[in-house]
């Protein structure tokens, strides 16, 4: 997410339905879903709340998790030209949209080629951990990306170096994450593929705990000092939303066995609910002259069900059909480390890797787009 800034109490006037639904969408939900899962145990029982769990939430996928990467493609490629070519981005943002749209993606292309062709479930293993290295990262970005936005639409902004400190205790707190628990190079499967993890050095947990606690100092006395300074601060939807995203989603994410199935989700309805808010509030703007396009409900509702269709193809469609055409005797391929659906794992790992990268360039203020997160038109 991008750091934005907004004239004081752009939203002291919105109904307070939409601050509620603000507020559940970035992160508010969670501790609602903890305490449905409790009473859902107390009533049914662990096995039957887990399974109830784990069958809705993957389904939900196909409607939340799945277009939430799938519309990342029609952020970052519409006008490619403009922004590849032309003056749309200025030139250290063209830079990244390079990096991110082109060298990223055949690079990640190339790696699972190269492990598909040779069947190394290593290869396409150390990708899979690749994946899983920056998914944190990108959980953590998020967060505080979240949090400068949301408090910058209250009129609320952050200095250099207090937007530093925040940032430190979620890069902080990926570090913390990816480090817990201590691995010390075991064999692992994942969607089929079986390889070998990274052994993490010695004494890494301790380091980054440490460190990361150590950073919840300086951030409560950047608030303190802040609240004290300028006096009220509304930034309670900012906070949960970035402190939901790094101690949460990301550190003490299997502190509950059946609330876990939901954190894709809770993460992927904070990402729309930005997609949402760019989309709408331009289509507020391009509706009446002197552009008279599309509706913003229309131009909303295409994106959307763009997105949807897209995430079948990225996430069902397309691989089933690759694994069935070039993995013909699944029932040999169980006896391989690549198992039956490598097409699958490798495209999984590869829409991932290139989400977080596009990422890297949408959500950033060089993006003219980003102006539209601040409208409350």
């Given at each position: ?6 004239p004081?109490?752009?939203?002291s ?14 992160g ?19 096995e ?11 389904y ?7 277009p939430?990467?799938a519309?990342?493609?029609?952020l ?24 991110s ?25 150390l990708?899979?951990?690749l994946?899983?290295?920056l998914v ?7 967060g505080?990306?979240v949090?400068?936005t ?5 009129g609320?902004?952050?200095?250099p170096?207090?937007?530093r ?5 979620c890069?902080l ?5 990816w480090a817990?628990?201590?691995?010390p ?9 079986v ?16 460190a ?6 300086p ?28 101690w949460?989603?990301s ?6 066995p ?16 930005f ?21 913003a409900?229309?131009?909303v509702?295409?994106?959307a ?73």
């Open positions: 997410m991008v750091a934005v800034s907004a004081a109490g752009t939203l006037q919105s109904p307070w339905r939409a601050r509620v639904g603000e507020f559940l969408a970035v508010g939900l969670t501790p609602f879903l903890f305490l449905i899962a409790w009473e859902m145990r107390s009533a049914y029982g662990f039957t709340t887990q399974y109830a769990w784990g069958f809705s939430f993957f939900l996928a196909f409607v939340i998790n799945d939430h990467f519309v990342t493609y029609f970052f490629y519409r006008e490619f030209k403009r922004r590849a070519f032309g003056d749309a981005f200025t030139p250290w943002q063209r830079v990244r949209y390079w990096i749209g082109v060298i990223a993606p055949i690079a990640l292309l190339c790696w699972g080629v190269f492990a598909l062709a040779t069947k190394s479930a290593p290869a396409l293993g990708l899979i951990q994946m899983f290295v944190g990262w990108h959980y953590v970005k998020q505080f990306g949090m400068i949301l408090a910058a639409r209250r609320v902004r952050f200095s170096m207090e937007r400190t925040v940032l430190a205790h890069l707190g990926w570090a913390y994450a817990s628990p201590f691995d190079g075991r064999e692992v499967e994942e969607k089929g593929v390889y070998r993890t990274l052994t993490h050095p010695h004494g890494l947990l301790a380091i980054t705990q440490l990361f606690f150590a950073s919840v100092v951030l409560v006395i950047v608030l303190v000092r802040k609240r004290v300074r300028e006096g009220r601060l509304p930034i309670l939807t900012p906070l949960m939303a970035m402190l939901c995203s790094v949460v989603w550190i003490y994410s299997s502190a509950n059946i609330v876990v199935y939901a954190l894709p989700a809770l993460h992927s309805i904070q990402y729309l609910y997609v949402w808010l760019i989309s709408r509030n331009e289509g507020k703007e391009r509706e009446g002259p002197p552009h008279f396009e599309m509706s409900a229309v131009r509702g295409v994106l069900m763009s997105a949807l269709g897209l995430g079948l193809v990225l996430f069902h469609i397309g691989p089933l059909a690759l694994d069935d055409l070039f993995v013909p005797h699944k029932s040999a391929a169980l006896q391989t480390d690549l198992g039956p659906t490598p097409y699958f794992a490798a495209l999984y790992a590869f829409v991932n890797l290139h989400h977080y990268f596009m990422d890297w360039v949408i959500w950033r203020r060089d993006n003219p787009l980003t102006r539209y997160l601040v409208a409350t038109s």
